[in-house]
């Protein structure tokens, strides 16, 4: 038990810190009153994540779920808004921010309506937001061809990679410890991802100091 509840203060302070990671982007947009170099799809994904994870805890009784997803799906609202309020494809942003929801709407309805089993369920919802989880892990990288184009990491965050990196280490030692498949596998991809990230910041930052280094003597 001691060791679970290590694993669980573990996974609040890693996962909140990269959701505050966030934060960043938010202090940036109202700076320089627009969304350059910021992807919209991470804050999205993970929202929805949140919003999952949120119904799965409350399923399940477990705080420590439902209290990182509380406050991470307040964050991530919080940034798709301002995101909102900034980016000049207004249009788009809704679109996608509306479609989300309806996916959401219709999957609870779903697993609340026709699925009456609770146990069943469970396990249907587990697998549902593994999905979610597996998607905001992979998000980031849909710049992956950009990034290695241009030979700039600008569009990535290297605290969130490192949040990320301990967040994902830590739920999957928690849902080991809980023998929790759907915690434990789905957060495997964060740990790959990060690690992906960490080697396009070692890859690219000498030839991004190179540049910067050339720019100010051109």
Do not use: H
Not at 97 to 110: A, K, N, R
Not at 159 to 172: E, G, I, Q
Request: with cysteine; net charge neutral.
């Amino acid at each position: 038990m001691e060791l679970l509840a290590v694993l669980s203060g573990s996974c609040l302070v890693f996962t909140l810190a990269m959701f505050c990671a966030g934060l960043s982007d938010l202090r940036k947009m109202f700076s320089t009153k627009s969304t350059d170099n910021i992807q919209f799809l991470p804050f999205l994904t993970t929202d929805l994540n949140n919003l999952g994870w949120l119904y799965y805890g409350y399923m399940k009784n477990d705080w420590t779920l439902m209290i990182v997803n509380s406050t991470g799906a307040s964050l991530q609202t919080i940034y798709i808004l301002t995101y909102y309020f900034f980016t000049p494809e207004k249009c788009s942003v809704l679109l996608k921010t509306l479609l989300s929801l309806g996916v959401l709407v219709l999957g609870y309805c779903y697993f609340y309506f026709r699925i009456p089993d609770v146990d069943t369920r469970l396990n249907q919802l587990g697998l549902f937001c593994s999905i979610f989880t597996i998607s905001m892990y992979l998000s980031p990288l849909a710049d992956l061809a950009k990034i290695i184009q241009t030979r700039s990491t600008k569009c990535l965050s290297l605290p969130l990679a490192v949040a990320t990196f301990l967040a994902s280490t830590s739920w999957v030692l928690y849902g080991w410890q809980l023998a929790d498949a759907y915690i434990m596998v789905p957060n495997f991809p964060g740990i790959v991802t990060s690690i992906l990230r960490f080697w396009l910041f070692w890859q690219y930052s000498s030839e991004q100091d190179t540049y910067s280094y050339k720019s100010l003597y051109a």
